[in-house]
């Protein structure tokens, strides 16, 4: 079919390829006859034969050589898809020769007009990097610019690229900081994550720690522009204020908590622990308790995670502690960490509820689950000292249970807790060494020959018997018991020497010829250092000292306590080893560098061509900016005007601080001389009418652009209010008659400047008594609106029998077409309430403005601001 001369029989080839290798079955037989439709001219056929060929161009690498051509030529190609499909097969091909080939074509694509290939390109930059590495200045070259782009679909590509191929170029990201704090919500999940990684090493390189006792929180402080000596010795002594920029990106990754995408939510939540105050921390906490409803593999990744968090912060996690119980569909390894989380989450308040659950895990069919368990349950024996006795004795209690593992992990945990209360359990040794028969886990029966020897004057006629049977059994038993009766034997030779010395003797002899080399050393060992004879020397003089020596009680402590060296959420905290590729945090600087590296300073062209650098924003600006949710935009520098008192006031104005006011920067190049007058519309229709009519605005709008190209504009103009030309006079009913049991009410927009505030809409009231008797008490309830404010009119404590009354009150839609709900409520020999909406006109969110006349000339133009 890939013969054929018909390309819908190609095409329909190609489909069944592609799906083969969706599949993984081997297609690459089909490589010469596939990679001779790379010039076809059909779009969807080209599309797929590129799949094929990113797939298998790595093995064919001599058969795609011959279509490099087609290649190049297919970057040129008109569609977006085409030329990142052939960049992407080119950067596909390892092959050192051409690689000035990709350099060249990776440098096209990135200064491509479609964001998609200069995607691809970013992605192509660690293709190359990794197929010659001396390519790294020219493509940090590329990567500087790429890093520049404003689109959200290369962000998250050229981070990644960035990560890749100079990770320490801290430099580069400096000027592109707050572009990717602000982009960061846009941008597609898995950049998002690379974004949020990178930048999170980035700031513990570019600001102090904020987890001082003194910190100062204050998103809104600023710094003096100019600082004596003496001030600045002042300021050396006052508390920490955080960063604008640090705030900024703390405020930036907070809504990504919400992410449906579970990778998202695990950078974001690494970022705050890495980065955040300490009281800040608890935002994260259900982010992280909810991906816990996921599949078991996001869950072993979050309680890992959450198992490190736990043992610095307790706090976090103890109001959602009934989170981390086991269910019994829990896999193993997902039950042995929610216990690691319950035991770390125990203090004296909640371990009666930990242990009451405990006692139930010990219970399960799980081995393994029930011996962490038991192990959990000795580390809350240890950590809290209320709780010792009373684990110790469910621990015994323990021994009598039938299944082997259990009375075997209860064995070597009594032990570890024996050597803190040692005198105080002389009935607890003995109890277990009646038990030694009847255990058979060589572990366990270790645990209980090391507490025989170790505290052998206590058990002073017991330990003698233990080692009686030993002797019996020697030769059948594991290394370790082995090991375990050998050092009884000789602590007993030293406590106890004429029971025990023949018993001594014998099993050093069955350990000098045992076939461990581990026994057979120990053996000699211990023979010369209790056996004093002529080769031993001085050193069986302190035989006693060195085996009977107090040993310090063992810590039980987490196994993920050593793991907040690593960053949370990476495979070498998962592993709790260093991974290949793994870039470590850096301590927080004690001094913050220089914050002026991250302003970026506006350059524009005057008509001369020449180029003067604009005011560059300040770091309070910036915040300010960055916290109204709004993407970065860059405003507009002043320019000088043709005439000389254009100049003048020019200088004048950049001496004085900027205004709150709105300014507009246009430019003129045309010699015809423009006239500029008021232009007023006024736009009045009905609320089905809305959605039409602003698709009327959109277009009527770009039509004044398309007309306005070929005029530039040179000329500074600062934007006033004025009044309406023509205000509407009709009236729209609220409230009628026959509903409101007399009560009528009509209502009006009244175009003016709202007194009660300045985003507020003016809205007039008509109150009219149709009936035969007063009203009193009108007035609008609390309960009208909850997603607009209305500043309410004051109730009406009486109206009379057809009188009217005219009440003004304010609204702000909050920029919304939607309507308010009032809720007028009246009372007459009982209360009621009626419940009307009112739907703003498009027309009341235009505001009037004012352009003067700044030159003089016969054109006129026409502008109108939608505010």
Known sequence: MLESSKESLKLEAMKRIVGLIAKGKNASELFPAVVKNVASKNIELKKLVYVYLVRYAEEQQDLALLSISTFQRALKDPNQLIR???????????????????????KEASTDLSPYVRKTAAHAIQKLYSLDPDQKEHLIEVIEKLLKDKSTLVAGSVVMAFEEVCPDRIDLIHKNYRKLCNLLVDVEEWGQVVIIHMLTRYARTQFVSPWREDAVFDENSEKAFYDSEEERRVEQSKPYIMDPDHRLLLRNTKPLLQSRNTAVVMAVSQLYWHLAPTHELSIITKSLVRLLRSHREVQYIVLQNIATMSIQRKG????FMKSFYVRSTDATHIKTLKLEILTNLANEANISTILREFQTYVKSQDKAFAAATIQAIGRCATNISEVTDTCLNGLVLLLSNRDETVVAESVVVIKKLLQTQPSQHSDIIKHMAKLFDNITVSMARASILWLMGEYCEHVPKIAPDVLRKMAKTFTSEEDIVKLQTVNLAAKLYLTNSKQTKLLTQYILNLGKYDQSYDIRDRTRFIRQLIVPNEKSGALSKYARRILMA????PVLQSAFKDRDRFQLGTLSHSLNSQANGYLELSDWPAVAPDQSVRIVEVVEPQKNGSAVKGESRSESESASESSSSES????????DSDSDSGTDQKKNTRSKPVQSKPVTTVRRTRESKTKFFLMHIVLSFSNQFVASCRCSLLCL???????FDTISW???VSLQA???????ETSRELLHRMTGKGLSAQYRFTRQPCIYGNSMVSLQLTLSNSSDQALENIHISEKSSTGQNIHRFNAI?????QASVTVSMGVDFNDSTQAIKLLLFIILTQGRNKTKLIVPPFNTFLKNILLPNLVNGNNMHYIFLII
């Open 722 to 728: 004025s009044s309406p030309v023509f205000v509407p």
């Open 701 to 707: 709008y770009v039509f004044l652009v398309c007309q």
């Open 84 to 106: 990142a499909s052939a960049l992407r097969v080119l950067s596909s091909i390892r092959v050192p020769i051409i690689v000035p080939i990709m350099m060249l074509s990776i």
């Open 316 to 319: 976090m996690f103890e109001p």
């Open 550 to 553: 107090p040993k310090p009680a």
């Open 797 to 801: 404590e009486r109206l009379e029998p």
């Open 714 to 716: 040179d000329v500074r």
């Open 632 to 639: 970065s935009s860059e405003s507009g520098s002043e320019l």
